[in-house]
């Protein structure tokens, strides 16, 4: 008997720390992270974890972790999967509802595209892509526009003027 790839099963743990509410269902980010991870590949028992905060939160982990003494909109910690467990850990997604806020001017339907974005952003992040040169930043912005199934233009996190400047 020919044994095939064990079929992908997303496990989502989702928290949300932030005054702002409502602004994701995670349903429909489970149902992205499946879009996502059968994409690159990815089969078999995984989770990952979303955390949800204020500017405080993401500021502590943005200095302890990157050096930078300043709010960011998204981070990612990828971590190893324990062997045998049949559980393949991808790591944590943490995003800043506030700056999410700050970047749409506050309009609701603007923030939950960007929730979105931030999300998939940061599970690429887990999956080892990077954007430190323009070829790379060009790479994650076309997977994220294909998953996320909006135009190239659209596909970087940020205000409007941030996006065009990093597809450049």
């Given at each position: 008997?020919?044994?095939?790839?064990?079929?992908?099963?997303?496990?989502?743990?989702?928290?949300?720390?932030?005054?702002?509410?409502?602004?994701?269902?995670?349903?429909a980010?489970?149902?992205?992270?499946?879009?996502v991870?059968?994409g690159?590949?990815?089969?078999?028992?995984?989770?990952?974890?979303?955390?949800?905060?204020?500017?405080?939160?993401?500021?502590?982990?943005?200095?302890?972790?990157?050096?930078r003494?300043?709010?960011?909109?998204?981070?990612?910690?990828?971590?190893?999967?324990?062997?045998?467990?049949?559980?393949?850990?991808?790591?944590d997604?943490?995003?800043?509802?506030?700056?999410?806020?700050?970047?749409?001017?506050?309009?609701?339907?603007?923030?939950?595209?960007?929730?979105?974005?931030?999300?998939?952003?940061?599970?690429?992040?887990?999956?080892?892509?990077?954007?430190?040169?323009?070829?790379a930043?060009?790479?994650?912005?076309?997977?994220q526009?294909?998953?996320?199934?909006?135009?190239?233009g659209?596909?970087?996190?940020?205000?409007?003027?941030?996006?065009?400047?990093?597809?450049?």
């Amino acid at each position: 008997m020919k044994r095939g790839k064990t079929p992908l099963a997303v496990e989502l743990a989702v928290s949300n720390q932030s005054a702002r509410k409502r602004l994701y269902r995670a349903d429909a980010l489970r149902r992205l992270a499946e879009r996502v991870c059968a994409g690159e590949g990815i089969s078999g028992a995984v989770e990952v974890s979303v955390l949800f905060c204020d500017d405080p939160c993401i500021t502590h982990l943005n200095r302890e972790y990157r050096k930078r003494d300043r709010p960011t909109d998204v981070l990612s910690f990828g971590q190893a999967g324990q062997p045998g467990s049949g559980l393949r850990i991808l790591g944590d997604i943490v995003i800043s509802l506030e700056t999410v806020e700050r970047h749409c001017r506050g309009e609701r339907g603007a923030m939950r595209d960007e929730v979105r974005l931030l999300f998939c952003h940061g599970l690429l992040h887990l999956l080892n892509y990077t954007h430190g040169d323009a070829p790379a930043r060009r790479v994650m912005a076309e997977k994220q526009a294909e998953y996320l199934d909006i135009p190239l233009g659209h596909a970087w996190p940020g205000a409007p003027k941030k996006r065009a400047e990093h597809l450049k």
